[in-house]
């Protein structure tokens, strides 16, 4: 198996990790007010989810590099918005009823390993101390997002004639686009939509999220965190 595969699922493993809290935050009644750190709706996060969460996020770093106060504080907050963040669209997966089917989750884990033989699939995870249950929650949850993000803002992008051109331009200055790598010219047709919608949903995700986050009801614990952050 060639480094660069074997990085790639190291890398899945641990972005998967990352985040490893969330479907095992709290409801609101279960803990105090001090023990809760983040609280988006009814979801809870306590100083102790994070602490796993973080732990987790610190392994993608060399550890001299994580010896360093202002890169370890950039870490902390980075990862402060990345957990909101992602709190916020499991609550807009809620409101929007959607959910992810276990063929849906076995058709990308089938993706993710298809390029690995079985046994490497295994042993990284056992390297990296993560179970495949919890990635597979993970994962899981990942896709969740992917499908908000879908629904609530690529698929409503209007793609026109200026995008088309403009994408030829870029692509093909000289006219083509490799006929070879597609069987007719739908296909082809299809991915320059499907490019042109995922470029223009990267530029706009930004302001997008940030009027999510007037949707809900944020909380922080900015004492406790004002100590986690400083610690």
């Known amino acids: 198996m060639d480094i660069e595969k074997q990085d ?5 493993i641990l972005i998967l990790s990352f985040f490893l809290t969330i479907p095992g935050c709290s409801g609101p009644g279960t803990v105090t007010e001090d023990e809760a750190l983040i609280q988006v709706e009814d979801q809870v996060m306590t ?10 996020s610190s392994t993608a770093y060399p550890h001299n590099a994580i010896q360093d106060k202002g890169l370890v504080k950039t870490i902390r907050l980075r990862l402060m918005d990345q957990l909101i963040e992602e ?5 807009k997966a809620k409101e929007l009823h ?32 993560v179970s495949f249950e919890t990635w597979k929650s993970r994962l899981k949850i990942r ?21 088309i051109s403009g994408y ?3 692509h ?8 070879e790598a597609f069987t007719g010219e739908s296909e082809m047709n299809e991915m320059i939509v499907k490019s042109i919608r995922r470029k223009k949903a990267e530029e706009n995700y930004k302001d997008w999220i940030k009027k999510l986050r007037k949707e809900y009801k944020i909380e922080i614990n900015k004492k406790l965190w004002e100590k986690i952050l400083e610690s």
């Open 98 to 129: 959607i959910v992810v089917s276990e063929p849906e989750i076995q058709e990308a884990i089938d993706e993710i390993k298809k390029d690995y033989p079985d046994d490497q699939f295994k042993e990284t995870f056992l390297e990296n101390a």
């Open 8 to 12: 790639r699922l190291i890398f899945y």
């Open 168 to 170: 030829y331009k870029e």
């Open 172 to 179: 093909a200055p000289d006219g083509t686009l490799n006929p």
């Open 87 to 91: 709190m916020i669209l499991v609550q």
């Open 47 to 56: 100083s102790l989810d994070f602490a796993k969460a973080l732990e987790f």
């Open 143 to 163: 896709i969740l997002m992917e499908k908000v993000i879908r629904s609530e803002l690529e698929d409503k992008i209007k793609i026109t004639k200026e995008d």
